[in-house]
């Protein structure tokens, strides 16, 4: 997928330049912000990330905002690996990184679960995951903005959703949506 190799480069140099990171930063922020009111994130809860990626920005403001333990997920080697050492160089080792497709993951320990755009699956995941989730789980799914759909395998039944939230005009996410699992 495009959007997937572009969004590795970009992480790549991110890694590499401090003033491309405060860019990611100030980007991600309104996101990330967003989404902890959406989902009501507190410190006691245990956030799942789906689609890390190598420079975990959603992980990283997640726990910068709520002081929540957050838990990365990536099924590319390459990527984990680059989290792992990205997150050591920012002194947030306590974020955790794991090398898992998250269509195959359980996350019954977390009570929040955020899915990327970029996760393909996306639907297919996010039904995996709401099997294995707790009652009450919450579980975000960012999605693309209409006109840049074609470049995400972003298939999503928004219909399904509890609630969700929209994004500025000056990301690539158009909402957010809200799922729970209310077995």
């Not at 998250?102 to 699956?121: E, I, K, T």
């Not at 840049?148 to 609630?163: P, T």
Request: proline share 3%.
């Amino acid at each position: 997928m495009f959007i997937t190799r572009f969004t590795q480069n970009l992480e790549k140099r991110v890694q590499n330049y401090a003033w491309l990171y405060r860019i990611m930063l100030a980007y991600y922020r309104p996101l990330v912000k967003c989404e902890i009111n959406l989902a009501e994130i507190r410190k006691s809860d245990r956030v799942l990330c789906v689609g890390g990626g190598s420079c975990p920005m959603t992980a990283i403001l997640l726990h910068e905002y709520t002081g929540a333990h957050v838990t990365v997920l990536d099924c590319n080697p390459y990527c984990v690996k680059g989290a792992k050492k990205f997150l050591k160089k920012k002194g947030l080792e306590e974020i955790d990184v794991v090398c898992c497709n998250g269509a195959d993951a359980c996350c019954r320990n977390y009570s929040v679960v955020h899915l990327a755009m970029q996760v393909s699956p996306l639907e297919e995941t996010l039904i995996n995951l709401m099997r294995s989730g707790r009652k009450n789980t919450r579980f975000l799914v960012r999605t693309p903005k209409k006109l840049l759909a074609k470049f995400y395998e972003a298939k999503i039944d928004y219909g399904k959703a509890v609630s969700y939230a929209k994004h500025n005009l000056f990301t690539n996410a158009g909402r957010t949506l809200m799922f729970t699992n209310s077995r």
